[in-house]
């Protein structure tokens, strides 16, 4: 019996909470609620992102043109170096005795040349009288002007003697800071095919250079003189400043991913930019400072009259853009002239004036859109056409 009056209860409770359903009509209110935003002055940008290489804007490899024994260095990493400076020197053993082997045969050459000359000016004077043979006096001439040519060839034999030896002396070319150093005292360097690379030196460390490779896709928006930042692992927190130099025309095509270098000044008077840094680059392609804009979302809404309360009522007007406001009951539609854009704002060059709250979008709650649970589309927007496409169809015209 206690059981029976107990289901009794829960039944009468059913039959009270069905009746209130059904005399409130089974469903809750509708309630429309609408965001607004203000049209104010902004700005709009747009951007890429890529990654670079921090490097000198100007550095120079010194080697050597001659083979031998490196004997001295009197640099090593991050020495500041002046043009002129001798950083190193290889043996010069074998350089000078090359040298005074040259300027022996010079000595001779030039003995012989007295010698042959000498000849020549007497069988010149018998040839003139006649007491020797053509012949003989063109034999002399021929051993003179060999004799001439051979103390040429000694000469630069001599010269190519000293210049070798000078190489042996090595100097910065300009004034830096030794980057590298490949080679240590005692170490044997040979220059029959190639010049050996001895030391690298940058020009100026507080003016370093970001060469960033950007992608195919977004090459046509860089520009030379575009603003750009960029950051480094070493300083997380630090954001530098730059422009872009140069875009090369040269592309580089790797894992058929085509991408062109862009260059980017990076200025570095705290020398806190190394060499050899990776830079995560944003380059600034659209640039405009204190404009007014509206968020471009307040350009696609567009009120349904299906949606409306019987209030509320829709004041259109023809035009390509518009912007749409909410006065009292009325929604009132407003021609406007656009600008540049970059997906989330848009500027607008006329038609509504700065401080004016436009319509962007809104939220329903409360009967069957509640029912429903949450919208994933705007009720106020035309329905796009049922198609295969993944990404929705055809946008709503204005």
């Given amino acids: 019996m206690k059981n029976k009056k107990v289901w009794i209860g829960v039944g009468v ?38 990654t670079g290489t921090i490097e000198p804007v100007t550095s120079v490899t010194v080697g050597t043109q001659v083979s031998g024994i490196v004997s001295k260095l009197y640099v090593d990493y991050n020495s500041v170096v002046k043009k002129g400076q001798v950083i190193a020197e290889l043996d010069k053993t074998n350089l000078i005795s090359e040298l005074n082997t040259s300027r022996a045969n010079l ?49 630069e034999s001599v010269q190519k003697a000293q210049t070798n030896l000078g ?40 003016d370093m250079r970001v060469i960033a490779d950007i992608d195919e896709a977004d090459i046509g928006g860089v520009k030379e003189g575009q603003r750009v930042t960029f950051t480094v692992d070493a300083y997380p927190d630090d954001r530098f400043e730059g422009q872009v130099t140069q875009v090369r025309q040269q592309a580089t095509t790797e894992s058929n991913v085509v991408t062109y270098e862009v260059v980017i000044s990076a200025p570095n008077n705290d020398l806190k ?47 390509p853009q518009k912007i749409w406001t909410l006065e009292g009951d009325t929604f009132k539609a407003h021609a406007v002239q656009t ?27 409360g009967g069957e859109m509640q029912e429903m649970g949450p919208q994933t589309s705007n009720p106020f927007m035309p329905k796009p ?9 055809n946008q709503p015209k204005r």
Avoid at 34 to 47: E, G, L, P
Avoid at 109 to 132: H, P, W
Avoid at 133 to 146: F, G, I, R, V
């Fill in 13 to 50: 409770v059913a039959l009270i909470a069905v009746i209130a359903w059904l005399t409130s009509g089974g469903k809750q209110e509708e309630k429309v609620e609408f965001q607004t935003a203000k049209v104010v002055r902004q700005n709009i940008s747009t951007s890429i992102t890529a």
């Fill in 107 to 155: 000595a001779s050459a030039q003995s012989t040349l007295n010698y042959e000359e000498s000849n020549f000016t007497r069988y010149k004077t018998l040839f003139d009288k006649g007491l020797v043979s053509a012949d003989e006096y063109e034999n002399a001439k021929l051993s003179y002007e060999k004799a001439r040519q051979q103390v040429a060839t000694s000469r």
């Fill in 167 to 206: 190489y042996a002396t090595i100097t910065s070319p300009i004034d830096g800071v030794v980057l590298s150093k490949a080679v240590e005292e005692g170490q044997t360097v040979a220059a029959s095919f190639n010049t050996p690379e001895l030391f690298t030196i940058a020009k100026d460390l507080t």
């Fill in 273 to 319: 930019l190394k060499p050899g840094l990776t830079a995560n680059v944003t380059i600034y392609t659209l640039e405009k400072n204190d404009v007014l804009a509206a968020p471009a979302k307040a350009l696609r809404f567009i009120p349904n009259e299906a949606l409306l309360t019987e209030k509320q009522k829709i004041e259109d007007v023809e035009a």
């Fill in 339 to 365: 600008g540049t854009t970059n997906g989330m704002l848009t500027e607008i060059l006329g038609g509504i004036s700065e401080g004016t709250e436009v319509l962007v979008d809104f939220t329903i709650s």
């Fill in 385 to 393: 056409r049922n198609n295969n496409k993944q990404n929705g169809g």
